[in-house]
């Protein structure tokens, strides 16, 4: 059973525009939600991540919005360059007793293709 | 990616080989994993090991194993490697002091079981 979904599972943009990635996940456990990048030959490097408690949080031309009801969050990417081209990966955790997280649980992944 | 190295980067094998893939860490991170990607698939987890003591199960363990020799280094063995354990294996840390929610991939290992 999957427990994060993501959606689209590729996508093209024009440079400029805006890239739209969403999640949705099941387990309501869940506390922390991050959005990893990976460019061919790369590892998953950690793009931003957001907590449940916040609806939204923005690095630079990065933004996560964020729908704890719906259980659904989303990465934006203003102003689509070239350079962003890469597959893209949602993940959520949960806190572990005794402190810290558990490993990670990883949507399917999106291919983006930013169009010059 | 320098912080956390694996070796080797690329493996081809034959089935019912015993193989060792390694994982070494200077972040000084007390937390480490073992996760494989396949294409359209996501990555899972295999293994996670919180100090040298302390060993889990992930998602798709079952035909792996892993030693967690010191705190920098961790390593996954396939006891008897099968053609569906081809895949892209990653090694990530995380820190406890930070909350251990922040996990840093090394490099990859390219794996072929023919």
């Given at each position: 059973?999957?427990?994060?979904?993501?959606s689209p599972q590729s996508l093209?943009?024009?440079?400029?525009?805006?890239?739209?990635?969403?999640?949705?996940?099941?387990?309501?456990?869940?506390?922390?939600?991050?959005?990893?990048?990976?460019?061919?030959?790369?590892?998953?490097?950690?793009?931003?991540?957001?907590?449940?408690?916040?609806?939204?949080?923005?690095?630079?031309?990065?933004?996560?919005?964020?729908?704890?009801?719906?259980?659904?969050?989303?990465?934006?990417?203003?102003?689509?360059?070239?350079?962003?081209?890469?597959?893209?990966?949602?993940?959520?955790?949960?806190?572990?007793?005794?402190?810290?997280?558990?490993?990670?649980?990883?949507?399917?992944?999106t291919?983006?293709?930013?169009?010059? | 990616?320098?912080?956390?190295?694996?070796?080797?980067?690329?493996?081809?094998?034959?089935?019912?080989?015993?193989?060792?893939?390694?994982?070494?860490?200077?972040?000084?991170?007390?937390?480490?994993?073992?996760?494989?990607?396949?294409?359209?698939?996501?990555?899972?987890?295999?293994?996670?090991?919180?100090?040298?003591?302390?060993?889990?199960?992930?998602?798709?363990?079952?035909?792996?194993?892993?030693?967690?020799?010191?705190?920098?280094?961790?390593?996954?063995?396939?006891?008897?490697?099968?053609?569906?354990?081809?895949?892209?294996?990653?090694?990530?840390?995380?820190?406890?002091?930070?909350?251990?929610?922040?996990?840093?991939?090394?490099?990859?290992?390219?794996?072929?079981?023919?």
């Amino acid at each position: 059973q999957q427990q994060v979904k993501q959606s689209p599972q590729s996508l093209i943009v024009q440079k400029g525009g805006i890239s739209i990635i969403n999640c949705a996940y099941e387990n309501t456990a869940f506390d922390y939600f991050p959005w990893y990048q990976q460019f061919p030959g790369k590892g998953p490097a950690l793009l931003i991540a957001i907590r449940p408690d916040v609806s939204e949080k923005k690095e630079g031309r990065f933004t996560i919005s964020f729908n704890k009801s719906a259980k659904q969050f989303s990465l934006h990417i203003m102003d689509s360059q070239p350079g962003d081209s890469a597959t893209y990966f949602c993940a959520a955790s949960m806190r572990r007793t005794g402190g810290g997280a558990d490993g990670l649980t990883f949507g399917k992944g999106t291919h983006l293709i930013i169009q010059p | 990616d320098a912080d956390v190295t694996q070796t080797p980067r690329n493996r081809i094998t034959k089935t019912g080989k015993r193989i060792m893939l390694e994982c070494s860490q200077t972040k000084g991170h007390d937390r480490m994993y073992w996760y494989r990607q396949d294409p359209g698939l996501g990555l899972r987890l295999i293994y996670y090991s919180f100090d040298v003591k302390d060993i889990n199960k992930g998602e798709i363990s079952d035909g792996y194993s892993v030693s967690r020799q010191a705190q920098a280094k961790f390593s996954l063995s396939l006891e008897s490697a099968i053609p569906n354990q081809t895949a892209l294996y990653f090694c990530a840390t995380s820190d406890r002091t930070s909350g251990a929610y922040e996990q840093y991939f090394g490099p990859g290992t390219r794996l072929t079981v023919t």
